[in-house]
Each structure stands twice: as C-alpha cells, then as structure tokens.
C-alpha cells in the first residue's frame, strides 16, 4: 500500500539514520582508541598472548563496523502494538523519531547498532525478532501491524517509504520496492539484497547450520545471493562453532565471480570469510595452464580416479627384505625382518590413507626398539623422536616410501605402464588412452596443468596427509563441478555446506549432471535440495527467448516464472557481416548512454578481433579476465567463458551460434550468455541463430 509521501516523515526517517551513522562512528571511535592505548590489556611479556588475541579482537570488529557511506544503515521498520515484543529490540533511544506509547518500532538493518547505553537503534537483519519483517503475511502478520520499507538515493538517503498494514483484510502490499531495488542501474560489484530477500529465499538463508542445502534454481533465481546472505546467517547465529571448526569458504567459479561478489558478506559486517575456487583449493598454489580435452575431462573428473590413485600408491609399499637398524647409545638395536614385517602387516590391516599409514608404521617401528632399548635399562628416547630416526627411516623408504603428490600425478598421465598398473580393471585401455598426456612433458616443472588434473594432484595429497578443515562451504556454480573437484570439497568440510547451481548451465564435460549424485560425492547424501522459481533479474522477454534451449539443454527444468515483465527488452539485431562491426559500435553507442553498466559477450575467439575494432571506433572498455580493475570502465567485454555468474544492464550477445559451436555444451554456455541481463538484451549476429533459438 503506497502512502502518499508525507515530508515530515522522510525528515524524521532522515535524522534517524544520521543518529544512527553518528553512534556508528562513535562504536568504531571507542573500539580504535582501545586499539590504539592498549585498554584492558594486561602486562606486555607476561601476557603477551593474550594482548594479541584482544588485539586481533578489535582489529576485527574495526573492519566489522566499517560504514560505507552510500549503505543505509537501516532498510526495514515494524510496528508492533505496546509490549509484543522482547524489550531489548524495542528502539527507545533518545533522538529516535517517535516515541509513540501506542506502539513499539523495531529498525531492521544490516548490522545491529547500540547507544552508550545498549539501548539499541537498529536490530540485524539475522535477529529472532527481524524474522517477522521477511516472513510476516497477512495471513499470519507475526504480531506485525505495519511493515514500512524505505527507498533510498545512490548516496543512500530515505527519498521514499512504503508501509503495508498486516491486517487480514488489507490487500497485498505492492513489490514496487523490490523492482525499484532491481532495476536500480549497476556499477560496480553484487549488492546485498537484506532489504528485500523474499520468504522462499529467506526460508534458504535460515536454515539450520546442522543442513546441507542443495539450491537448483533458474538464472537470476538469487541463488548467490541466498549463500552468500546464508553464510552471513550462520556466522551470526553460530560463529563460535564456525570459528572452531575452522571458518567458512565460498567457492566460486572464476576470479573474475570473486571480484563480482567481494563487497557483499563485508558490506553486512562479515569479513572472516574465504572468497576461493576449486582450482585455488586444490592446486597446491600451481595455476591452471591448460583445458582437457571433454573425453580426457569426463574419465579424470570420474570418481573411479579416486580408485587409481589409491591402488598406485597402495602399489608403492613392498614387504620389507630387511630388519630394522637403529643406532642409540653406541648400540645398534635391531627389529628382525620377521617383526618389520608384522607390523607392516598390522598397518596395512588398518586400511589407513598412505600418509597416517605410514606414520603409524614408523611409530610402531619406533615403539618396538623402545621396548627394547627399555628392558636394557636405556629409556631416554620418545616414540616420536624415535621414528624420526635414521635408521627407521632407511627401512620405510625401502618400504613405504614418501611420495611427493605431484610426482604421482606426473607420472599416473604421462607413463602408459604406470597407468595400466594402477588402472587395469577400473579404466577401459580406451580410457586410459585418452588421459595419458602426449606428448610427455620433460619433467614435473615442466607439466601444465588442467583444473581437473589439480583435482587429481588433491586427491593423492589428501592421501598423505588431511588438509585444514571448514565449518561451512557455499558452493556456488556448483553444476560444473567434476565427482574428483566435489570430493576435494568433502574432505574439507568438518559440517554442512550450501550447494548452488542450475542444471541447464552446466557447461563442463566432467560436470555431474544430478544434485543427488553431487550430494553424494560431497559426503553428505542426506542433503536437501530445493528449487527457486521466481526469477528476479531477467525480464521475461528475455528468460522466455533463453528458454527456448531448455528443451535441448535441460529438458527437465523449466525457465523461472519472470518477477518483471519490460516490453522493448530483447532486440534481436540481424546485419551482414561486412555490417556487423558497425553494429556492434551503433549499439555499444546507445547502450552507454543510459544509466548502468553495459557488457558485450561473444566467443572467448572472437572477442580480439571485436575489441580491436571498438578500440579503432574510440571506445573505451575493459576485457574481463586481464589484470585491469573491471569497474575502470562502463563497457566490459567478457569472453563468455568468464560470464557465468554475472550481471549486467545491458548486454550484447554476438554470433551466438559461433558460442553454440565452440563446444560440446556450446548451448548450455549461449544459455548463460543471454540470461546476464537485467534490462535490455541485444543479440547480434550476421550468421543465422542457432535452430533452437529462431522464431
Ligand atoms: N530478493 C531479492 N531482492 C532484490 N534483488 C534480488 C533478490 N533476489 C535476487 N535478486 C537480484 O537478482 C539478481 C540475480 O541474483 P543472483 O546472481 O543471486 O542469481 P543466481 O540464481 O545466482 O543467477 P545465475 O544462475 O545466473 O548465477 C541479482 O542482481 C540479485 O541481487
């Protein structure tokens, strides 16, 4: 329900926020001139630790409490009749603009804020109390009588309010708000959506820390910004326990997605989390220099690699032909062949990963010449420092030798013998063929490498030895990940994760194509998996034209039913070819003039050649994927390799087909291209549309 916009009103909202960005200021002040004469901090030697752990304390809710300027600090008031609710969210502070004893106001905002007094001025959006705003209805208003929202200026001054009267018999309130809030013109990276995460959303970012959620969910449909806004639930609702279970991560597809997201978990006070890709996870900091070819890709991305990696190394470890000889004390202490070989037998009964394995044999090693050395009155030495020793580690590297991961992977795809030794009965000869690496590069330095040999080079590392654990992951882009990326994630996950994805953009060869199968994988097969259907950012002019390829691509899923409708929004722009320069500048032209940013997307080949002629034509741009800071201009041009993920005003698709024809899931990837934008799509082209796509 639109009030007509009352002038006193907006002043009042206005002084709140100003009272609100001064107690900010002042919370952060406090907590900087603790930090900066040492308050509350104890001897420098003697507690020295401790002085760290509260430095690092208020370093940290320095940078939680930054303010940015333009980032309102409240987005949402309720109105609830005297006494309904707890008393400590109830605003009361002086200066606030009312004190109505007819009713108790709750600000919701993105963060929480307290005067001197701990009287609070604004209560975070993740509170009990804040639920009330997202999910209160008319038919069940949650104690809520009016649910005010607030519209802003880009410098994020109150402009405007709405207010919807939860009454059971009020009509439904508008969504003007939310289509002001998407229709807003981009700049710069993602924004939070606090303001106006919807119920069936909301319903994803609450879950429980204990649930793994598993989102399929159409272009546009929120899922980034459900995980994203999930995680910044569960690190207010449990962030002790993440904290000791080792933090959070989100794993995203490409740098260029990481640049996109980056502001959104700090602009809501969230500043611990790891912003990552599968390749930085698993790569050991050795970068991807190379694609797989997609019948390579599909048997190294098969879980069955999991099983060659297990029987090379199991390959490695030989009965012993030797005792054991340690050297302690002018002694020699000798564990028989027979002994060493009990042990190693013991060893191997424990099925242990070859790293702990062979830790354990040594310690055993370790505790046999102990024993010995005790009963002849000599006990100086400790199990540890034992197995440390020369002379056991003589015998193990005859036995169960170290390995370097690397090495393993280097020589499982580049020697053929090695490769049927390991693989014989889990890889088909063909199979095999098909990932040895020809020709063979000269050495371990020399070897480039693919994102899904990384994943490999991960799975015999976390065979020697477990890597640091997490207490939840957000997978975002999660279609595209291989059985061997997604068992890279499990064995890091100390809880749930989030997974997000959608089916019909899953562009690689090696992708899993069921969210059951990649529940599996990840470990955590109980998982649940949802669907968003509402999609927010594409018109239905535009997702109604993409969804003409679903049928081929995904022919289970439907194209999300479209929040806004915007006539005039596709333009499909035949030209010729000896034109289809001059019209790529044309619309370049008229697409800068409007507000928002603007991004012309084509086959990673083609783009060179375009580039070059805008830059002829005195455009200015950035290429996605070079080192240049994306927002330097309006005009990007993405190699549609790099599009998943992103956003745009307006976007220009050129020569789809040649997309289409790139490769195998050429379809899947023009599917990703026409569903970037949030305006207006303009698609290109001098050769005849892909079949699916015409009219
Ligand atoms: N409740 C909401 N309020 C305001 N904006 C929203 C809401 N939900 C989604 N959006 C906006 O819709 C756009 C798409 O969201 P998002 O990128 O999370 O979708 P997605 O499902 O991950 O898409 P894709 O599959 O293309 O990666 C973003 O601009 C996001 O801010």
Redesign the pocket.
């Known amino acids: 329900m639109n009030q007509p916009v009352l002038e006193p009103e907006i002043r009042a909202e206005r002084d709140y926020m100003d009272l609100c960005r001064v107690t900010l200021t002042a919370m952060r002040e406090e907590v900087a001139a603790m930090l900066a004469t040492g308050a509350g901090e104890g001897d420098a030697v003697v507690d020295k630790y401790l002085n760290n752990a509260l430095r690092e304390v208020r370093v940290r809710a320095l940078e939680e409490l930054a303010d940015l300027d333009d980032v309102p600090l409240f987005f949402g008031r309720l109105d609830f009749p005297p006494g309904e609710v707890h008393d400590g969210d109830v605003v009361r502070a002086a200066g606030s603009p009312t004190h109505p004893p007819d009713r108790d106001l709750v600000y919701i905002g993105r963060r929480g804020v307290r005067d001197d007094d701990g009287e609070p001025l604004v209560i975070d959006w993740r509170a009990a109390v804040s639920r009330a705003f997202y999910e209160a209805a008319h038919q069940d208003p949650m104690g809520v009588r009016v649910r005010r929202r607030y519209g802003f200026d880009t410098r994020g001054l109150v402009t405007a309010y709405e207010d919807e009267a939860l009454t059971p018999r009020a009509a439904a309130g508008g969504d003007g708000l939310?289509a002001a809030?998407?229709e807003r013109p981009r700049k710069g990276p993602?924004?939070d959506?606090v303001a106006?995460?919807?119920p069936e959303?909301m319903r994803l970012v609450r879950a429980p820390l204990g649930d793994t959620v598993c989102v399929q969910?159409?272009?546009?449909?929120?899922?980034?910004?459900?995980g994203l806004h999930r995680l910044a639930y569960l690190l207010y609702a449990e962030r002790d326990r993440l904290r000791r279970d080792g933090g959070v991560a989100v794993i995203g597809p490409n740098r260029a997605f990481l640049s996109y997201i980056r502001n959104v978990l700090p602009a809501l006070g969230e500043v611990e989390v790891a912003q990552t890709t599968i390749e930085e996870v698993t790569g050991a900091r050795l970068a991807v220099g190379r694609v797989d070819e997609p019948d390579a890709a599909r048997v190294k991305g098969d879980a069955r690699m999991a099983e060659v990696v297990r029987r090379y190394l199991r390959s490695r470890i030989r009965r012993p032909v030797d005792g054991v000889e340690v050297k302690r004390q002018n002694r020699v202490w000798r564990v028989p062949v027979e002994y060493f070989a009990a042990e190693l037998d013991a060893v191997l009964a424990r099925d242990l990963d070859y790293g702990p394995g062979r830790d354990l044999l040594a310690k055993r090693l370790a505790l046999r010449v102990l024993r010995r050395m005790e009963l002849s009155g000599i006990g100086s030495s400790s199990v540890e420092a034992l197995a440390r020793d020369r002379g056991i580690d003589r015998a193990l590297r005859a036995v169960w030798p170290a390995v370097n991961a690397a090495r393993v992977v280097f020589d499982l795809l580049t020697d053929a013998a090695v490769l049927a030794e390991a693989a014989d009965g889990v890889l088909s000869p063909d199979e095999q063929q098909v990932v040895l690496r020809t020709p063979k590069p000269r050495s371990v330095k020399a070897m480039t490498w693919s994102s899904l040999d990384l994943a490999l080079l991960d799975e015999v590392a976390g065979r020697l030895a477990r890597p640091a654990r997490l207490g939840h992951v957000v997978v975002?882009?999660a279609q595209d990940l291989s059985p061997m990326h997604l068992r890279a994630i499990a064995r890091r996950l100390a809880g749930s994760c989030t997974v997000?994805g959608?089916l019909a953009?899953a562009t690689s060869p090696a992708a899993v194509s069921d969210w059951a199968a990649v529940l599996t994988h990840l470990d955590r097969a109980d998982g649940r998996i949802a669907e968003?259907t509402r999609g927010?950012?594409v018109p239905a002019q535009i997702i109604d034209f993409a969804a003409r390829l679903l049928p081929r691509i995904a022919p289970d899923l439907r194209g999300p039913a479209s929040f806004r409708s915007r006539p005039g929004a596709l333009n499909l722009e035949e030209t010729t070819p000896e034109k289809l320069a001059a019209t790529i500048s044309a619309t370049c032209a008229t697409a800068l003039v409007e507000e928002g940013s603007v991004a012309l997307i084509a086959a990673d080949a083609d783009l060179p050649a375009i580039a070059e002629a805008l830059a002829d034509g005195g455009f200015r741009y950035v290429v996605l994927g070079d080192d240049a800071d994306p927002e330097a201009e309006r005009l990007a041009l993405v190699p549609v390799t790099l599009a998943?993920?992103l956003?745009f005003d307006t976007v220009l698709v050129v020569e789809p087909s040649r997309i289409a024809t790139a490769e195998q899931r050429g379809l899947q990837r023009l599917y990703?291209a026409l569903?970037?934008a949030?305006t207006t799509l303009h698609v290109i082209h001098a050769d005849p549309l892909p079949e699916a796509l015409r009219f």
């Not at 546009?220 to 459900?226: L, P, Q, R």
Request: aromatic share 2%; glycine share 12%; net charge neutral.
């Open positions: 939310l809030e998407i993602m924004r959506i106006t995460i919807q959303q969910g159409a272009p546009g449909t929120g899922k980034t910004a459900v975002d882009e997000l959608d953009q968003l927010y950012r998943k993920g956003e990703v569903t970037r949030v």
